[in-house]
């Protein structure tokens, strides 16, 4: 049984005019997070309406679409995908018939029991649809046919253990649920009387709603027409360990994450590499978008100039989304320009935000040699990734991490850099004044179990 591993953004509305338009402004903002498929629910008090489809929220919406998605309230999702496999039936929101009511899901994040989760649910009766976590947790909500929904999505997280934030939208209540080790984000906004739930921040500015807070780990709230927001807290250990590439690459740089400007966040990083990683040189350059923070970090600690060394083409999607190494790597080379000029005769500093395969970054160093740079130092903005991630970030295997197969001189080698350096843990924890992160994929110490 093979998971697919998802890194995905997820919207929610509550009892505001044009709920399908607002979500659908709200995927926009989160598109950064998915790009394979998008989807909405929405629902009038009478019933669910769901559109889905396979591409971006721009390619798969349209007025007309949105039209037929009635009511004040809605949930939306925004879908990455590491294979590209599943199709449809994997694009979120699901919805859901069923005789004690009809509700759709939309998850952002991946289970560490789904296995056996799901045995034990194909084996008394469930079929499957999808191979996503979210129909698991459907599934567990309605095994325990009780007649309180609450109580109900309260069972099936008793059960279920990894990253999530997840929405379930219902006919009159909207509920969002935060793992109890707080790894993925989700926050809540107020927005003309209503509410919006989101996974960063950003897409509150587009729908010019304002912040109220982050859910908490472990955390359930309950949106209730005619009610005040409930919170049930569902765990009783609990941790802040964010996951800390959401700062260091995925969220986007407006972002505030548990109080942190994501890229506030990363200019600190880049301030710490300069302070420990100091070395003589012309120019400093950001791998754009997720590195430039961090670049003029590095750029402001050190004195020396920040260039825009690297232009990217905004219309192709991130390299990583290309499904085979062949595709990555045309990828790369389509998305990034050297400014040539700049770039001529430099002794060049490169941040990136982290190395996985280590090919973009062997590509751009090599593009910036091409370009005529005299020295390429590579200053990475997170440690070496060694571990593979269990909870839906697409670094599932070990075999593909370069870190854990090579030391850094054999990845300076590699990549073919004057210098590389990393920056060590403690340094992330700090530049988001935090005493708490997952920090697994580097340090091998996962928050949760494994199985
Ligand atoms: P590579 O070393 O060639 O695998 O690519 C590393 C680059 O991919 C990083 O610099 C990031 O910009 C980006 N990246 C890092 N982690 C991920 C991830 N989990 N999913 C997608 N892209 C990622
Ligand atoms: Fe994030 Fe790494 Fe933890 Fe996965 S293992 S949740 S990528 S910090």
Do not use: W
Request: with cysteine; proline share 4%; charged share 25%.
């Amino acid at each position: 049984m093979n998971e697919i591993n998802e890194e995905c953004g997820i919207f929610g509305v509550f009892e505001c005019k044009n709920a399908a338009e607002l979500t659908y402004y709200g995927l926009h903002a989160l598109q950064h997070r998915g790009q394979e498929g998008c989807g909405i629910c929405t629902t009038d008090g009478a019933d669910l309406y769901r559109e889905r489809g396979e591409g971006l929220v721009i390619e798969i919406f349209n007025e007309k679409k949105l039209a037929k998605e009635k009511g004040d309230c809605a949930i939306g999702h925004v879908r990455y995908s590491t294979d590209g496999s599943g199709g449809l039936d994997n694009v979120q929101p699901f919805l859901f018939r069923h005789h004690t009511g009809d509700f759709s899901i939309a998850l952002n994040g991946s289970l560490v029991n789904f296995r056996q989760l799901r045995m034990a649910l194909e084996t008394q009766g469930s079929i499957f649809q999808s191979s996503s976590d979210a129909e698991i947790i459907a599934h567990l909500m309605k095994m325990n046919r009780r007649e309180n929904r609450t109580n109900v999505i309260e069972e099936a997280l008793t059960v279920i253990e990894g990253s999530y934030a997840f929405l379930v939208l219902t006919k009159d209540k909207l509920y969002v649920c935060r793992d109890p080790n707080g790894l993925r984000p989700v926050s809540i906004g107020k927005l003309n009387g209503g509410y919006v739930i989101s996974s960063e921040t950003c897409a509150f500015e587009a729908v010019g709603a304002t912040f109220i807070r982050d859910v908490e780990p472990g955390e359930m709230i309950i949106f209730e027409k005619g009610k005040e927001p409930k919170s049930i807290r569902f765990a009783e250990n609990t941790s802040h360990d964010m996951c800390a590439m959401e700062f260091v690459y995925f969220a986007r740089p407006d972002s505030e994450i548990e109080g942190i400007n994501v890229h506030t966040f990363r200019k600190n990083c880049g301030k710490y590499l300069a302070r420990l990683a100091p070395v003589e040189a012309d120019l400093v350059v950001g791998v754009p978008d997720s590195s430039i923070s961090g670049a003029i970090g590095y750029a402001e600690e050190s004195g020396i100039p920040y260039e825009m060394g690297l232009i990217k083409n905004k219309y192709i999607g991130r390299t990583f989304i290309q499904p085979s190494q062949e595709l990555r790597e045309k990828g790369v080379r389509l998305k990034l320009s050297p400014v040539r000029s700049l770039i001529t005769g430099k002794k060049v500093i490169l941040l990136d935000d982290s190395i996985v395969r280590g090919t973009t970054c062997k590509r751009i160093v090599r593009m910036l040699k091409d370009a005529g740079a005299k020295e390429v130092h590579v200053r990475i903005c997170c440690p070496p990734m060694k571990y593979p991630c269990f909870y839906g970030v697409d670094t599932s295997s070990s075999d593909e991490l370069i870190s854990a197969k090579l030391s850094v001189e054999e990845v300076r080698q590699m990549i073919e850099a004057d210098s590389l350096f990393y920056l060590p843990e403690e340094y992330l924890l700090k530049a988001g004044s935090r005493t708490e992160l997952c920090l697994a994929c580097y340090n091998g110490k996962y928050p949760t179990c494994l199985y």
